[in-house]
């Protein structure tokens, strides 16, 4: 996703003068094979600047919530639940959560939550640090992983 994503970036008008070129550069990082996570470091500013959900559209942010485990909360619920009410009396009315003019504020809300998410996580992240894991269990271990996304291994530690 990330490789699409700099592509994708490398069209965008928003781009700082002088970014196009580490862009290209961190395209070519990502595809080296040899690539360890310290090279990427020099890249982090870029990261911060451009790698942010205000930059994805909302179908791209709920499949990231959706992926998470969230059910991004927009309002547009309530407010379909609501208009619900008409199609008792043969009006069916429903607001799509990317409609023209909507997605925005859509946008805005998902991303909101996300950012969110992920700050928590990584404050969890911070205080796993300090912690020695071998003071978890196996099924707190487990949970720990399920909620970062990474695959479990179902084997004993015994």
Request: overall charge neutral.
């Amino acid at each position: 996703m990330l490789p699409n994503y700099l592509y994708a970036l490398e069209k965008d008008e928003q781009i700082l003068d002088g970014d196009l070129e580490k862009i290209k550069q961190l395209k070519a990082v990502l595809k080296n094979k040899w690539t360890l996570p310290t090279d990427l470091l020099q890249y982090k500013f870029m990261f911060a600047r451009y790698a942010n959900f205000k930059y994805l559209s909302v179908d791209s942010l709920k499949r990231i919530s959706h992926f998470m485990s969230l059910e991004p909360v927009t309002g547009f619920n309530i407010m379909n639940n609501v208009l619900g009410i008409f199609s008792k009396i043969g009006i069916k009315i429903q607001i799509p959560i990317d409609a023209p003019g909507l997605n925005v504020i859509s946008r805005l809300m998902i991303a909101r939550e996300l950012n969110l998410y992920f700050c928590n996580i990584r404050k969890e992240d911070e205080g796993l640090n300090i912690h020695r894991l071998d003071e978890f269990t196996e099924d707190q271990i487990d949970a720990i992983c399920f909620k970062r996304g990474i695959e479990i291994d179902r084997q004993s530690l015994d």
